[in-house]
């Protein structure tokens, strides 16, 4: 199988190319990927040579039809994917996310290629501190940023050239992702980041907003899960029931890390802050016999922070950038 994946170079995306070499040998593995500021050939380097890079953009209809023809199979991660960059500078994210997506999809329905999206539960909103529901496939678009909603506009772009084209599509919506190689203006990475540096943790406002985490590689298995047993124009949300508070997994990095629980700064909150995501993952249990492997996030966590220890050289080019830009605006 040719598989084309969008993004490959960045967090997610290379977590799942990396994979793909890994364990399925017969699939041929094309990247398309721009090289943004948060795209790094480094991420690929374990597989460089088993696989096609083509540096070139999304939205780019010339280079996108030419490699759709070539494939059997478009998995597109490649996205703007950070709320507070979208809270400074939303065009981008309106280019990439909507564009971008309107490119492929023009490119797979001319050329009759099977397309899975890659998207996120940010697009139905948030969800309150107190209430005991989670998001279905069900719950109504209510997206709250700048990236949420050209996430959100891209899924319903994908939903209607299926259903209008007849496109082959699927869509699958993550929670919160954490692992080696995450980029250092994310949550996670940014805090174990700023220990090693010797900086004070940055927590958003009182740190009670609540994420559903997940570990990259859960993630990617259930992408591949849906992509060989999924239905065609189904959607699929995908979590692992790891609900926490943003203060608590502040404070267990804390721990991990030898730090007192009360080494942090308490920073302006962001604007919008959705409060809560929680992912009701049974339709993707059930349908795709899809289960997390990660069902530790303390032991998931320690192993992330090791990486990190081990790969300053990773990390350490954009750190400073990252900080600066955060603190432009007191975070
Ligand atoms: P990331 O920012 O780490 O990587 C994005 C990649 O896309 C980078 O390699 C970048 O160079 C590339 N890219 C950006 N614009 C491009 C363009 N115009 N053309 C070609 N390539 C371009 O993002 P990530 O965290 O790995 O997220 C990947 C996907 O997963 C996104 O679609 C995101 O919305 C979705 N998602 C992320 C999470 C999460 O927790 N990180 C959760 C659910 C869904
Ligand atoms: O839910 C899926 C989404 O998860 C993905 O679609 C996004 O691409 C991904 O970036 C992530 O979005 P969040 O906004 O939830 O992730 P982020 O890592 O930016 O922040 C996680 C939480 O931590 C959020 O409530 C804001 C807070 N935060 C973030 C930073 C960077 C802090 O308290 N301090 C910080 O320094």
Redesign the pocket.
């Given at each position: 199988m040719r598989v084309l994946v969008?993004?490959?170079?960045?967090?997610?995306?290379?977590?799942f190319v990396r994979r793909a070499v890994a364990t399925r040998p017969q699939t041929r593995v094309t990247v398309?990927?721009?090289?943004?500021?948060?795209?790094?050939l480094a991420?690929l380097a374990p597989v460089r040579e088993r696989i096609e890079f083509v540096r070139?953009?999304?939205?780019?209809a010339e280079v996108v039809d030419r490699l759709v023809a070539g494939a059997d199979l478009v998995v597109?991660?490649?996205?703007?994917?950070?709320n507070d960059n979208s809270l400074r500078d939303p065009a981008?994210f309106v280019?990439?996310?909507l564009v971008?997506t309107f490119t492929l999809l023009e490119a797979v329905r001319r050329h009759g290629v099977r397309y899975h999206h890659?998207?996120?539960?940010?697009v139905y909103g948030d969800l309150a501190l107190d209430d005991p529901a989670k998001f279905t496939p069900e719950t109504p678009y209510n997206p709250s940023s700048p990236?949420s909603s050209t996430?959100a506009g891209s899924d319903l772009l994908v939903r209607a050239w299926a259903r209008s084209f007849g496109v082959a599509a699927t869509i699958s919506?993550?929670?919160?992702?954490?692992g080696p190689?995450?980029?250092v203006e994310?949550f996670i990475p940014r805090q174990i980041t700023n220990v090693l540096c010797g900086i004070r943790p940055k927590l958003y406002g009182a740190g009670a907003n609540v994420r559903d985490w997940?570990h990259?590689d859960d993630?990617n298995d259930a992408v591949w899960a849906v992509i060989d047993r999924g239905r065609i124009g189904e959607t699929y949300l995908?979590g692992a029931d790891g609900e926490r508070g943003n203060k608590a997994v502040l404070e267990l990095i804390l721990e991990l890390m030898g730090q007192p629980a009360d080494a942090y700064d308490r920073v302006a909150d962001r604007a919008g802050h959705d409060l809560r995501y929680a992912i009701d993952a049974s339709k993707a249990r059930a349908e795709l016999g899809w289960a997390p492997s990660y069902l530790d996030m303390r032991a998931g966590l320690a192993q992330t922070i090791e990486w990190y220890r081990r790969h300053e050289e990773w990390w350490r080019p954009g750190k400073a950038a990252v900080e600066a830009s955060y603190a432009e605006v007191g975070q």
């Open positions: 969008t993004g490959g170079a960045g967090f997610i995306g290379s977590a398309l990927d721009a090289l943004t500021y948060a795209g790094n991420n070139g953009d999304i939205a780019d597109h991660f490649a996205a703007e994917s950070h981008p280019r990439t996310n971008g890659i998207s996120t539960d940010e990236y996430k919506n993550c929670s919160n992702n954490y190689y995450q980029h994310k997940i990259v993630h995908i």
